[in-house]
């Protein structure tokens, strides 16, 4: 029987202005690439973020592998990488090396300090994640699709189990998201890493993703890309020939 992840049963989400999410129900298995998709307002980052505890959930309930979020503690299986390029201080002076170690020390007890082994951690995953020879830059002089590897790398630091990402290629070029998306599907074949992808981006994610989770304030479609392109419920929302230029068969 496969293990899940994480697992979702009639969650809603309230802000002031009213429901943001109404009763979301799916489950997530271990190993997949789950691409969330959906118009802007549709609810993608509020969900991503009352997964993680960072939004209150109003209704319903959330589980993180087999465990109430009310109840999780391993958080250490969790990487988590947010809407980060504007949360960036540009001019902190932090290299990329040491960029990526702060996710190690996060998890370390009193005194705070990176062994060797460490260092050859974030040396090999700096290699992995095509960066290393940035590594004693600063972060400042990193262009967006540098800086987004840079953040990756110190969301993997701790080999997490599930790694969340919201809309990490909003910054990027066409070009460079493609790469990106590309980087995120070899990372969850090499290390079976669950992903969760929030992205406006239909077509680019559904060529890597092994599911879209299409969301507009309630859960529209959930299954594989292959499904989401012959689905007649997506063919009414979006119109048949929209469906077909999202699915690259025009």
């Known amino acids: 029987m496969s293990e899940k992840i994480v697992s979702t049963s009639l969650l809603s989400c309230s802000y002031r202005e009213g429901r943001v999410l109404e009763d979301i129900t799916f489950a997530v298995e271990r190993g997949d690439y789950v691409g969330i998709v959906g118009p802007n307002g549709s609810g993608k980052s509020t969900l991503v973020k009352a997964l993680l505890g960072l939004v209150t959930i109003a209704s319903g ?19 988590y990488l947010p809407q980060s390029l504007h ?9 990329v090396h040491e960029t990526v170690g702060l996710g190690l020390l996060s998890l370390k007890r009193f005194p705070k300090r ?3 082994a460490d260092h050859d951690k974030i040396e090999s995953l700096l290699e992995e994640l095509g960066v290393y020879d940035l590594k004693h830059k600063l972060i400042g002089e990193l ?6 590897r840079v953040l990756l790398a110190r969301a993997l630091v701790n080999n997490p189990e599930l790694l969340v990402l919201d809309e990490p290629t909003a910054a990027l070029d066409p070009d460079t998201r493609g790469r990106f998306y590309a980087m995120i599907a070899a ?3 090499s290390r079976n890493v669950t992903i969760l992808l929030v992205t406006h981006d239909s077509g680019a994610i559904g060529e890597h993703a092994s599911k879209m ?11 594989s890309f292959d499904e989401f392109c012959c ?10 020939h929209s ?3 999202m699915c690259h068969r025009h």
Not at 61 to 79: E, I, Q, Y
Not at 87 to 95: D, M, Y
């Open 114 to 116: 990176l062994t060797g």
């Open 213 to 223: 989770l299409y969301l507009d304030k309630s859960l529209l479609f959930y299954g």
């Open 143 to 148: 262009s967006g699709g540098q800086l987004q």
């Open 61 to 79: 309930k959330a589980m993180l592998f087999d465990t109430p979020l009310s109840d999780f503690r391993d958080w250490h299986k969790v990487g």
């Open 243 to 245: 469906q077909h230029l």
């Open 187 to 189: 990372i969850n074949r």
């Open 231 to 240: 689905s007649p419920e997506m063919s009414s929302l979006f119109g048949e």
């Open 87 to 95: 949360l960036v201080n540009p001019v902190f002076p932090a290299t």
